[in-house]
């Protein structure tokens, strides 16, 4: 099952690696203590909207922006768990 | 401030009422309450990923297609929320 707290985390661990930045600075930035910013990156806890808007607004990031990024992930990853039901038809006709 | 909660809850909605679907049987779908989900419908409550999820089946939806609505909504009302919050920056500049 993809869970959204799960791909919300992700997306805004890549975002702030992408700038560069910290754990400590981001959680300073949004007000949020580090540990709770790291769960919420790993997808342990749920955040409230007003805390993602705020880790947000930390990244420079508008939450439609989040969004696309979690919506594509979520998409691929939705994908990747519809695949091996396929797989045994492959495998069948390679075998004929 | 755009929030995510009130995003998909509208979403969640309009989605139901598409399939012409009332409170009470998506509830009993999803195994939530009804007073619970129209909560959530309205933007009142944050729903946790799981139950999020559990929505979405009962409303035979992906969550990346949830996904897609709620960030395209959520673009449009950063675009109309956006406008006044430049003003201020403004003043500030003018005043120093």
């Known amino acids: 099952m993809v869970l959204l707290r799960q791909e919300i985390g992700s ?3 890549a975002r702030r690696r992408e700038l560069g930045r910290t754990l400590r600075e981001v959680s300073a930035d ?18 409230s909207s007003e805390l993602i808007a705020s880790v947000c ?7 439609s ?12 990853a939705e994908t990747v768990t519809t695949l091996p ?6 495998q069948a006709a390679s075998a004929a």
């Open 30 to 47: 949004a007000s949020v203590s580090l540990g709770y910013l790291s769960e919420i990156e790993r997808g342990e806890k749920e955040a």
């Open 65 to 76: 922006e989040l969004l696309e990024v979690v919506t594509e992930h979520a998409a691929s």
């Open 85 to 90: 039901v396929r797989e045994p038809v492959v």
């Open 11 to 13: 997306a805004l661990r």
């Open 57 to 63: 607004r930390a990244l420079g990031l508008r939450l």
